[in-house]
């Protein structure tokens, strides 16, 4: 009789080593996966994208509409730019606003040091502002600033 305790103690024991054991592992193997998923997506995020949020201060042209004429243009993606929805997040800050009749006025900061990146006027006649701005703001920051 004490033998078949002794049995079935050692029994319980060795299952629960080799499970607490199998937790160990996953836990492990799981922190790594989680770990090198948030180096990963830090990383590609830090190097390769700058992030821009588009604000519209102007009633006839929403930033949406600003936002999805740059996305349009192939400079956009080539120039590892992409939009975000969060200010704060933001590296570039592109800001419209309406001047007179039919002026519109835009100017893109760097969100971290101030610095005017890219600026100027367009005209809502014979095209888009939406359109203008995008095409204009990229080649501006194309010419050589950061």
Same mark, same amino acid.
């Given at each position: 009789?004490?033998?078949?305790?002794?049995?079935?103690?050692?029994?319980?024991?060795?299952?629960?080593?080799?499970?607490?054991?199998?937790?160990?592992?996953?836990?492990?193997?799981?922190?790594?996966?989680?770990?090198?998923?948030?180096?990963?997506?830090?990383?590609?995020?830090?190097?390769?994208?700058?992030?821009?949020?588009?604000?519209?201060?102007?009633? $006839?042209?929403?930033?949406?509409? #600003?936002?999805? /004429?740059?996305?349009?243009?192939?400079?956009? !993606?080539?120039?590892?730019? =992409? +939009?975000?929805?969060?200010?704060?997040?933001?590296?570039?800050? $592109?800001?419209?606003?309406?001047? #007179?009749?039919? /002026?519109?006025?835009?100017?893109?900061?760097? !969100?971290?040091?101030?610095? =005017? +990146?890219?600026?100027?006027?367009?005209?809502?006649?014979?095209?888009?502002?939406?359109?203008?701005?995008?095409?204009?703001?990229?080649?501006?920051?194309?010419?050589?600033?950061?």
């Amino acid at each position: 009789m004490f033998q078949l305790r002794t049995i079935k103690t050692s029994i319980v024991l060795s299952l629960l080593v080799l499970g607490a054991a199998f937790l160990i592992t996953a836990t492990a193997a799981r922190a790594q996966g989680l770990s090198y998923t948030a180096a990963t997506r830090a990383r590609t995020t830090s190097t390769t994208q700058r992030k821009v949020f588009v604000r519209s201060k102007a009633l $006839l042209v929403k930033a949406s509409v #600003v936002e999805d /004429k740059l996305m349009k243009r192939s400079e956009f !993606a080539q120039m590892g730019l =992409v +939009l975000t929805r969060d200010a704060a997040d933001a590296d570039i800050i $592109l800001e419209l606003r309406h001047d #007179v009749l039919t /002026k519109y006025v835009y100017s893109a900061v760097d !969100a971290h040091t101030q610095v =005017v +990146l890219a600026g100027g006027k367009v005209s809502s006649l014979g095209g888009t502002v939406g359109g203008k701005v995008a095409k204009r703001f990229l080649k501006q920051l194309a010419q050589g600033h950061p």
